[in-house]
């Protein structure tokens, strides 16, 4: 359920066409933006469990599923949550997002499973359980001042007027800075005079085609709302699926922002002591060339992009990078999707000398 008042700062939500910038409204407040996304469910039969450290529950993990048709692509499960196990003490019941990797339709066979570092485990046969539908809860902007263009499809009332189709859902931090886009197909289904002043309405969208962030990344959204962080390392306390929602922000700011370029020869310092997963590394990397907050790539592809320019370097330079043991240590065997090994750190390491970054390790 959304029963969430959501944050109540200075942040400003602009609803625009998305597509010729056509804003429907502002407001100051949105109820619904987090939430708890729709998840499957599957069940894994004849589970054999490799190894004592893959035995436990997995919160948040990433998985990939790598069945024994090879004709067939590995699949992920975002964000998954292990259950009691089914009945029978060779059953495994995992909850999880899927929507971009999900499994393909009617899938039944052999998988065998990792969570990006280990391999964890196989079954001999693996099912999707189909929810049963239910409604999804609205988003609800509160105190919007609406545009000319909402106005007059309120005043019309058909189906066609209420529907929006695509739109945009812009979010300005406390300071006014563009923070992100969040783009969903919706449709009016309600609106009422505001108790927060005279001539803005409570407008209420279908949620139905609108993925909320998810709660656990509540807070990290509400600190970014606040303003972007003063402080190298600010996510450093954060565990692996909050680090991935932190640097989706990361992310997200940078798109909505002018970048510039530090002349070539400059000297950069990466505190290494708390790359500890992969978004560590990107985070880390970030705040080495941009300071706190700082992007810098989130995948080895968009650090090579980075390193051609825009992004804040300008090649050559340098980079003293401390702690370099820890990422060794964690991330120099990684599991591909189909479960082959490669060392990320290595990895990491050519792809800076390859766009001009010269690394001293310490």
Same mark, same amino acid.
């Given at each position: 359920m959304h029963e969430i008042r959501d944050h109540r700062g200075q942040a400003r939500y602009t609803l625009t066409d998305g597509e010729q910038g056509h804003v429907w409204g502002v407001c100051a407040e949105a109820d619904g933006l987090f939430g708890h996304p729709r998840r499957g469910t599957y069940e894994l039969f004849g589970w054999v469990s490799e190894g004592a450290e893959a035995r436990g529950a997995w919160m948040g993990s990433h998985l990939w599923l790598v069945p024994e048709d090879q004709a067939l692509e590995p699949w992920l499960l975002e964000d998954t949550e292990s259950h009691e196990r089914s009945p029978g003490a060779d059953g495994l019941v995992l909850t999880a997002l899927d929507d971009y990797e999900? $499994?393909?339709?009617? @899938?039944?066979?052999?998988?065998?499973?990792?969570?990006? @570092?280990?391999?964890?485990?196989?079954?001999?046969?693996?099912?999707?359980?189909?929810?049963?539908?239910?409604?999804?809860?609205?988003?609800?902007?509160?105190? &919007?001042?609406?545009?000319?263009?909402?106005?007059?499809?309120?005043?019309?009332?058909?189906?066609?007027?209420?529907? *929006?189709?695509?739109?945009?859902?812009? &979010?300005? #931090? #406390?300071?006014?800075?563009? *923070?992100?886009?969040?783009? *969903?197909?919706?449709?009016?289904?309600?609106?009422? $005079?505001?108790?927060?002043?005279?001539? *803005?309405?409570?407008?209420?969208? #279908?949620?139905?085609?609108?993925? $909320?962030? $998810?709660? @656990?990344?509540?807070?990290?959204?509400?600190?970014?709302?606040?303003?972007?962080?003063?402080?190298?390392?600010?996510?450093? #306390? &954060?565990?692996?699926?909050?680090?991935?929602a932190w640097l989706d922000l990361v992310r997200r700011r940078i798109c909505r922002r002018e970048r510039h370029d530090r002349p070539a020869g400059h000297a950069y310092e990466l505190d290494g002591r708390h790359i500890t997963d992969v978004p560590g590394l990107y985070l880390a990397l970030g705040e080495a060339v941009n300071g706190p907050g700082g992007y810098f790539g989130g995948c080895l592809a968009a650090l090579d992009d980075c390193l051609r320019g825009t992004f804040g370097y300008t090649a050559p330079a340098t980079l003293l990078w401390r702690n370099s043991a820890t990422a060794r240590e964690h991330l120099s065997r990684k599991l591909t999707p189909d479960g082959r090994h490669f060392d990320l750190f290595t990895e990491t390491l050519d792809a800076l000398a390859d766009g001009g970054m010269r690394v001293t390790l310490a």
């Open positions: 999900g $499994p393909p339709e009617g @899938y039944r066979g052999f998988v065998r499973v990792h969570d990006e @570092y280990r391999w964890l485990g196989s079954c001999q046969e693996f099912t999707r359980i189909v929810p049963s539908e239910q409604p999804a809860p609205p988003l609800v902007l509160r105190g &919007l001042a609406p545009g000319e263009e909402l106005r007059r499809a309120l005043v019309k009332g058909t189906r066609r007027a209420l529907d *929006l189709e695509q739109v945009a859902l812009e &979010l300005r #931090d #406390d300071r006014g800075e563009p *923070l992100t886009q969040l783009l *969903l197909w919706s449709t009016i289904r309600g609106w009422r $005079p505001s108790a927060h002043g005279r001539d *803005l309405i409570d407008l209420e969208l #279908d949620g139905e085609q609108f993925a $909320p962030v $998810p709660e @656990y990344a509540r807070s990290l959204w509400e600190r970014w709302l606040a303003g972007p962080p003063g402080t190298l390392g600010t996510w450093s #306390d &954060l565990d692996t699926r909050e680090r991935d």
